[in-house]
Every structure is written in C-alpha cells, then in structure tokens.
T-cell receptor
C-alpha cells in the first residue's frame, strides 16, 4: 500500500539556520503531496502542497518540490524562526480519495 | 469563514463505555474525514463521509463507526472503549468544488478531541 517516510526527529536548530526535513513516499499512480504543521495543542494546518511532478509548493518561506524520479518531497526553509517550532507531517493523498496517508512526523525545535 | 469545529475538546471515559464525538465542517464542505492520532501509531485514517455516505474506511475494528447528517455535520462513535483508544481524534473537511490536481482535495483540520480512556 501507499506509505510516507520522514526523517527521524527530533530536530533542533538555532534561529536563522537552514532547514531540511526529508520525506519520501511509495504510491501507485500520481498522488498529491502535502506538508502539514501541528502546533502544540492544535490540529493540523496545511503548510503547502504539490499536485504533480516538478511542482513546487511554497508558503511562509517554506518550499518543497514534487520529485517523481526520487519519490521525494523534502521540506526546506532558508532561515528558521523560533515561531517555526512545531511538528511537521508529510502526507500523500491517494488518487481520487479523501484519505491522507501521513509520515510519522518530525518535531522541530528552534532555539533563539 | 469559520473553520472546522469539534466537540467536545476533551473527554475522559472508562473502559467499556461508549463515546460520541462531533464535527462541524467548514460551511459548504461536503466531505468529512476522521483520523486518530497516537504517539505510537501516528496519524491513521478512520473513515470518510460524503453526502451522508461512507466512501472510504481505514483499518479499524467495527467498534469505530460514524455517520454524516444532511447538513454535512458528522459524528463518530466508539463503543466498548479500550485503553488503547486513548488518542487525539481529528476531523477534516474538504470541498469537491476545489480540486488540488488529480481529483484529491485539500483537507482542513479541526483542533481535535482528546479522548482519555481510564
């Protein structure tokens, strides 16, 4: 079946550091790919998405590119802030279904 | 536009009891999906409802059930609660009028209901 694998966490960085969170997927067909973020005590917020190969999703300084050849959707940000501290989830949406398959999540902590 | 709302936010139940959680989707959204989040298993899909019909179901026992009403509000029910049912239950809504490519739609999540089974 479809699956998503994220890099192991937790990840701790200093403010203004460069961030990469790796995400790879296994899927039949061409799923849509998403990054969601979860702040403490809250639900999930959609951070960015990409719907086809080579699409780049971006939002709030975060970017991720849908790489079909490497089945990857790595999240990057050039300069992180303390407010970016949260848990980040990579997910795919199975074709034609309202069903998200999530990675295990990566807890990110940014120190001032 | 108001977001997805879930009630109650917190719930404590005893083993063997049953529980009903409620979800109100974003206005105009007709699809509602439910997910269970636990530290051990992560985020897992429970089921999805569209126009009062269950369209997709995850790999959960029959103790987990749901329904959707004509106004798109949804409820999920867990009967004969077990300790392992302690989790954050998240509801998400989406709109078939807003596609994100290949027929899959962006899902918007509520804050969740934290269920503790003792």
């Amino acid at each position: 079946g479809n699956s998503v694998t994220q890099m192991e966490g937790p990840v701790t960085l200093s403010e203004e550091a460069f961030l990469t969170i790796n995400c790879t997927y296994t899927a039949t067909g061409y799923p849509s790919l998403f990054w969601y973020v979860q702040y403490p005590g809250e639900g999930l917020q959609l951070l960015l998405k990409a719907t086809k190969a080579d699409d780049k999703g971006s939002n709030k300084g975060f970017e991720a590119t849908y790489r079909k050849e490497t089945t990857s959707f790595h999240l990057e940000k050039g300069s992180v802030q303390v407010s970016d501290s949260a848990v980040y989830f990579c997910a795919l949406s199975e074709l034609g279904a309202q069903k998200l398959v999530f990675g295990q999540g990566t807890r990110l902590t940014i120190n001032p | 536009k108001a977001g997805v709302t879930q009630t109650p936010r917190y719930l404590i139940k005893t083993r063997g009891q049953q529980v009903t959680l409620s979800c109100s989707p974003i206005s105009g959204h007709r699809s509602v999906s439910w997910y269970q989040q636990t530290p051990g298993q992560g985020l897992q899909f429970l089921f999805e409802y569209f126009s009062e019909t269950q369209r997709n179901k995850g790999n959960f026992p029959g103790r987990f059930s749901g329904r959707q009403f004509s106004n798109s509000r949804s409820e999920m029910n867990v009967s004969t609660l077990e300790l392992g049912d302690s989790a954050l239950y998240l509801c998400a809504s989406s709109s078939p009028n807003r596609t994100s490519g290949t027929g899959s739609y962006e899902q918007y999540f509520g804050p969740g209901t934290r269920l503790t089974v003792t």
